[in-house]
């Protein structure tokens, strides 16, 4: 299975500002996702985003807000702009192996005050 | 539509107990299955799946059976640790290239000695 990790580990931001979320893993990957895990909920797909190409994003949730960068078929970047204490969350990249199975990296804890 | 039912939790166990977290699906098509667990502070990890009817998927003495005809793949575990405590999450994949993962809400499983 691949491994991913994922920068900052945790971080506290002030509202109105952004933060950029890294997600790296040891091997190239086709498919990339991001999800969001709200406290004490479970997983929401917020996008799906591969190389060479614009993310796709779920209902509810929109580029402005969340724009996804791509570079390369190991990396990619999720940034949360213009946050308010909604936004405070768990978020997560996963990566999907030739046999459809998800990997996960260990998350992001956003806390936005 | 696509979508998970987990059993609601939290439950709590004593050590060497016998678990089952139930599972039901829909789903359209030919899904695969799966089982992720979550310690505290940690992201997912996958703990087992399943890709076809009938298939057993096992883990660190978990089990879990794809039920075709009952729609569904209860978690079970014949004798449970303190380690076990975490959260649980059942997920099904519908195989297709857009490797979208639909998870249960969660199930919060903790262990006294």
């Known amino acids: 299975s691949a491994v991913i990790s994922q920068k900052p580990s945790r971080d506290i931001c002030q509202r109105g500002t952004s933060l950029t979320i890294q997600c790296q893993v040891d091997s190239q990957v086709t498919m990339m996702f991001w999800y969001r895990q709200q406290p004490g909920q479970s997983l929401t797909l917020i996008a799906t985003a591969n190389q060479g190409s614009e993310a796709t994003y779920e209902s509810g949730f929109v580029i402005d807000k969340f724009p996804i960068s791509r570079p390369n078929l190991t990396f990619s970047t999720l940034t949360v702009s213009n946050m308010s204490p909604e936004d405070s969350s768990i978020y997560l990249c996963?990566?999907?192996?030739?046999?459809?199975?998800?990997?996960f990296g260990p998350g992001t804890r956003l806390t936005v005050l | 539509g696509n979508s998970v039912t987990q059993m609601e939790g939290p439950v709590t166990l004593s050590e060497e107990a016998f678990l089952t977290i139930n599972c039901t699906y829909t789903a359209t098509g030919y899904p695969s299955l799966f089982w992720y667990v979550q310690y505290p502070g940690e992201g997912l990890q996958l703990l087992l799946k399943?890709?076809?009817?009938?298939d057993k998927g096992s883990n660190k003495g978990f089990e879990a059976t794809y039920r075709k005809e009952t729609t569904s793949f209860h978690l079970e575990k014949g004798s449970v640790q303190v380690s076990d405590s975490a959260v649980y999450f059942c997920a099904l994949n519908r195989g297709s290239t857009l490797g979208r993962l639909y998870f249960g809400r969660g199930t919060q499983l903790t262990v006294w000695p």
């Open positions: 996963s990566v999907e192996d030739l046999g459809n199975t998800q990997y």
């Open positions: 399943a890709t076809k009817a009938d």
